[in-house]
């Protein structure tokens, strides 16, 4: 990653922002992604299920594996969002701000609204793809729990 970004004629500040904003959304993906599966299969189901005998429906029906549904397209996803949010907001907080540092609300809000929209084009079929590949894995009993995959 650092090779690529050292290819292109970027400020360091730039370059510095893109590998961090990758890195810590790959290392939050890898920590979230259990909880977002839960979080969809909770949102999916019309089953009165508790948080915890979701998890324990995941581990029991799939394994660990289960928790990890999608977890390549979220490690494409996340970190590129933020790998383009990031430069945009920090450049153009840069070239907005006042000359003692400072930054009006309203701009701010401008500049987050315009980092964020760019980033959510950008990357938005992607997290529909993601949202649709963690969902179709979750065939249900007439009870609510999990099917196994057969």
Request: net charge positive.
């Amino acid at each position: 990653m650092a090779s690529v970004i050292q290819s292109f004629k970027l400020k360091e500040k730039t370059k510095k922002d893109i590998s961090a904003s990758s890195i810590s959304a790959s290392v939050a993906v890898l920590a979230c992604s259990p909880l977002e599966l839960v979080k969809m299969n909770s949102q999916v189901t019309s089953s009165n299920m508790t948080i915890r005998s979701m998890f324990k429906d995941v581990y029991r029906t799939f394994g660990m594996k289960g928790f990890y549904k999608g977890l390549g397209v979220s490690m494409i996803a996340q970190p590129g969002y933020w790998t383009i949010y990031m430069p945009i907001f920090n450049n153009l907080k840069d070239k907005y701000s006042n000359e003692d540092g400072t930054i009006d609300m309203s701009k701010k809000m401008g500049i987050i609204f315009a980092s964020s929209s760019v980033a959510s084009m950008a990357v938005n079929p992607l997290f529909v793809f993601k949202t649709r590949f963690q969902t179709s894995v979750l065939k249900k009993n007439v009870d609510g729990t999990l099917k196994h995959p057969k």
